[in-house]
């Protein structure tokens, strides 16, 4: 299984990304898919999970200014980002959890100036 995310870069604070993710391989049952991010010298956070049924779960510092959403049918999952502030600036990490699998991506980065 491999997951490719992108979407990250530099934006300016108060700007907006959207970052994807794509699931691939072989995969069976998916319980949920999220991002997650890594700040160098701290540990990973959660932002964001998103269930096979369309559940959500959110950060609490992050809900009012990111939505998760996914792809209907497919293995995909975006993260809308607005109202970014210099403190998220961090290593965003995608995320799959099922049947038998709990897979990471590589992450993309990005870096919110001030």
């Known amino acids: 299984v491999q997951l490719q995310a992108s979407g990250g870069g530099l934006v300016q604070a108060g700007g907006s990304l959207r970052l994807s993710c794509v699931a691939s391989?072989?995969?069976?049952?998916?319980?949920?898919m999220g991002w997650y991010r890594q700040i160098p010298g701290k540990q990973r956070e959660l932002v964001a999970t998103i269930t096979s049924a369309g559940g959500t779960n959110y950060a609490d510092s992050m809900k009012d200014r990111f939505t998760i959403s996914k792809e209907k049918g497919k293995n995909t999952v975006y993260l809308q980002m607005n109202g970014l502030k210099p403190e998220d600036t961090a290593n965003y990490y995608c995320?799959?959890?099922?049947?038998?699998?709990?897979?990471w991506g590589k992450g993309t980065q990005v870096t919110v100036s001030s």
């Open positions: 995320r799959i959890v099922g049947y038998g699998m709990d897979y």
């Open positions: 391989g072989s995969i069976s049952s998916v319980d949920q």
